[in-house]
């Protein structure tokens, strides 16, 4: 993944990684480590919490917890890879596109998720993926990080 | 996450619990970067109507509740009603019905009647939050006073506060005792025997009467605005006297530990209760305490929106 990231963004540079919270904060991180390794590019990283911009606020129950948003620079005139652990409805992607227009007009903003479940219900497809998984609505994919969890899995729990 | 929801409306400080109030300073921690953006808004609130009602003059925290209301993206509308001749409950009562009528969400209500914010809150649907209510609370002041402490600190448990003056007639003192006893901070109170209510001891409060012995013993002191509007004469011979021996002076301040931190709910009666040159010198949180308070007032907003809602499951989001 990190270097199909580094061939689509070969030539560029403004190069900025943004995780979506939770787990795309290390998953975003640890691509840049690849990155470092392989190229010596210094990829500055950022953190986006999208909360605020869901378009479910209204119904669900008690006020989902507001996470660290941390953006590194001036987006304006950047590469963008927004980083997260699931694809599945987009709408998260929707909330995290609008966020980082509030932050300034990236360049070109490019997808990159650990694991594309399908299931979506919005005009949003990823640009990297690392594993693709057919599963049903009822169907829970959960990504587990070293970092967060004691483990690195990708665990699909079937519907009952 | 494990804290109970707020419910429907905020009263005091109180009511609430240790971890509800944790959750309302975690949730402001998140909202402080808000205000740092180039813009500086998000669609938390989108399409909720907000009704600030303040029976009682108000600069600060009206302006605070404001800016945090369009910083949610909330539709605002400002009602400033000085008049105090009308009965209050009838007052309250036909405003409640009028509101209601007009679909609004929440309302922010100041009001000189004490009680009168959980008057409102068991009258109306829409969530109410208290902005001050005569002498028995205002939580948002003491929640961004815990804020701006435990920015400060990086914990408010076994932390030293004082809060010193006039007490009797102070809302955010009585805030300030039930946020900082639940988090478990050691609170004394100093004042002129006049000006201090009777019974504080029994919450678990310790009482001074000189302001030195105070500073001396605390981390933090809070200093509390003479009220001159509440007061009927008689709890101060005079200003003069009372900055004798109550003031916060930088002589005293060169007496009390190095690091102690001063606050004040503002507006500063300066050379009054604090000197000009300790509320503007190195050793003062009061401009910190002001922005704290936008990202306290989002918090509160955005925690209690929507309702009183069950505690529900969150529905699996791009799992």
């Not at chain 1, 590469?79 to 227009?101: F, H, M, N, S």
């Not at chain 2, 929507?306 to 529905?315: T, V």
């Amino acid at each position: 993944m990190a270097t199909e990231i580094v061939e689509r963004c070969l030539g560029t540079d403004g190069l900025v990684m943004v995780g979506v919270q939770r787990r795309g904060v290390e998953l975003a991180h640890r691509l840049a480590v690849l990155i470092h390794r392989a190229k010596g590019w210094v990829v500055p990283l950022g953190k986006l919490d999208i909360t605020l911009y869901r378009d479910d606020l209204q119904s669900v129950g008690p006020r989902p917890v507001v996470g660290e948003t941390s953006l590194p620079r001036e987006l304006d005139g950047q590469t963008v890879v927004i980083v997260d652990d699931v694809l599945y409805t987009g709408r998260t992607i929707r909330a995290a596109l609008d966020e980082l227009a509030d932050f300034g007009r990236p360049r070109r903003i490019l997808l990159c998720v650990l694991v594309d479940r399908g299931g979506r219900e919005l005009p949003i497809q990823a640009d990297v993926v690392g594993l693709r998984v057919p599963t049903a609505p009822g169907d829970r994919v959960d990504v587990l990080v070293r970092e967060r969890d004691g483990e690195d899995a990708v665990n699909l729990v079937r519907a009952e | 996450m494990t804290a109970a929801p707020l419910g429907k409306d905020l009263v005091g400080l109180e009511e609430l619990s240790a971890s509800q109030i944790t959750l309302i300073l975690d949730t402001a921690e998140a909202f402080k970067e808000v205000s740092e953006r180039p813009i500086k808004k998000v669609p938390a609130l989108r399409g909720k109507t907000i009704v600030n009602l303040f029976f009682e003059a108000s600069t600060r925290t009206r302006i605070s509740f404001e800016f945090a209301e369009k910083r949610l993206s909330a539709d605002t509308v400002n009602v400033a009603t000085q008049s105090s001749s009308v009965s209050k409950g009838e007052t309250l009562v036909d405003t409640a019905r009028n509101l209601e009528a007009m679909r609004i969400d929440m309302v922010v209500i100041r009001h000189p009647a004490s009680g009168a914010a959980r008057f409102l809150g068991e009258r109306i649907r829409s969530n109410v939050i208290n902005a001050g209510d005569g002498k028995h609370e205002h939580p948002t002041q003491a929640l961004l006073d815990l804020l701006t402490l435990r920015d400060r600190f990086g914990r408010i448990e076994g932390l030293k506060v004082a809060i010193c003056g006039d007490v009797l007639h102070s809302r955010v003192a009585r805030s300030n005792i039930w946020g900082l006893l639940k988090l478990g901070a050691h609170v004394v109170v100093c004042g002129p025997p006049t000006l201090l209510p009777k019974g504080l001891e029994a919450l678990g409060v310790t009482v001074m009467h000189r302001i030195d012995e105070a500073m001396q013993w605390a981390d933090a002191i809070n200093v509390l605005r003479l009220q001159l509007e509440r007061m009927e004469s008689g709890f101060v011979p005079s200003l003069r006297e009372y900055n004798r021996i109550f003031g916060v002076t930088r002589e005293r301040l060169a007496r009390a530990k190095r690091d102690l931190v001063i606050m004040h709910p503002g507006p500063i009666n300066r050379g009054v209760e604090i000197d000009s040159d300790v509320a503007d010198g190195s050793q003062s949180l009061i401009l910190p305490q002001v922005t704290n308070g936008v990202a306290v007032r989002m918090a509160v907003l955005y925690l209690l929106a929507g309702g009183a809602p069950e505690w529900r499951n969150q529905p699996a989001d791009d799992r």
